[in-house]
């Protein structure tokens, strides 16, 4: 019962190409984010989901695509990487929107030749 | 241009001493204050939070200060142990818990030397 995991944690992909980075939880948790932490910078939200098929922009979301057909599911998709897509990937869940109550996954790092 | 900075990108201290990290943010709508704390190849997570209304707030070893009319916020850590070397993100929110208007900082590398 790992909670909430990423997959996969680690992904080189080269620039143009399609990548979908996997986000699972088992608590049935409503509502589920992507960041993304680049060197120097913090987490920036890109996409949140309040329940499954509600799901609404964050502060980055140009280039990125999230669906969420299932409660336990978020994946997000990079339609055609570019380099500036290189960052580390976080998904969090939690019962509400409230940050007290959020997990996060251990991450995906992404990077695009 | 960042609204939460964390300029000091790593701090080492002694073991049992205090550790302080600081914060400061240029945004007056920010009403909400939190800390998270990152382990390698981990994720980060929730430490400790303070409301705009208040000036202090504790949590065994944790404190965090905040001073509004500076704009700046602080998390103490007393006593430093070797477990807390992590990375510490301080963030705010215009609302107070609200996940969707966080701005984080870049966080500092906390070192506690045993």
């Known amino acids: 019962d790992a909670g909430i995991t990423q997959s996969p944690r680690y992904k080189i992909t080269e620039t143009g190409r399609q990548v979908t980075l996997m986000c699972h939880q088992t608590?049935?948790?409503?509502?589920m984010f992507w960041y993304r932490q680049d060197l120097g910078h913090g987490l920036r939200l890109i996409y949140y989901?309040?329940?499954?098929?509600?799901?609404d922009k964050g502060e980055v979301p140009d280039g990125y695509v999230v669906s969420r057909s299932k409660t336990e599911n978020f994946p997000l998709t990079l339609e055609s990487a570019t380099r500036s897509q290189t960052s580390v990937y976080f998904c969090a869940t939690g019962w509400t929107a409230s940050t007290d109550t959020q997990y996060f996954g251990p991450g995906t790092r992404l990077t695009v030749l | 241009d960042q609204q939460v900075k964390q300029n000091s990108p790593s701090l080492s201290v002694q073991e049992g001493r205090i550790s302080i990290l600081n914060c400061d943010y240029t945004?007056?709508?920010?009403?909400?204050f939190l800390w998270y704390k990152k382990y390698p190849a981990e994720g980060p997570t929730f430490l400790i939070s303070?409301?705009?209304?208040?000036d202090k707030n504790e949590d065994g070893r944790f404190t965090v200060f905040l001073n509004k009319s500076a704009k700046h916020l602080s998390l103490h850590i007393v006593p430093s142990q070797p477990g807390d070397s992590a990375v510490y993100f301080c963030?705010?929110?215009?609302?107070?818990?609200?996940?969707?208007?966080?701005?984080f900082g870049s966080g500092t590398q906390l070192t506690v030397l045993p």
């Open positions: 989901s309040a329940a499954a098929d509600i799901t």
């Open positions: 303070i409301s705009s209304i208040k």
């Open positions: 608590w049935s948790h409503s509502y």
């Open positions: 945004n007056s709508m920010f009403d909400y």
């Open positions: 963030a705010a929110s215009p609302v107070a818990g609200s996940a969707r208007q966080l701005t």
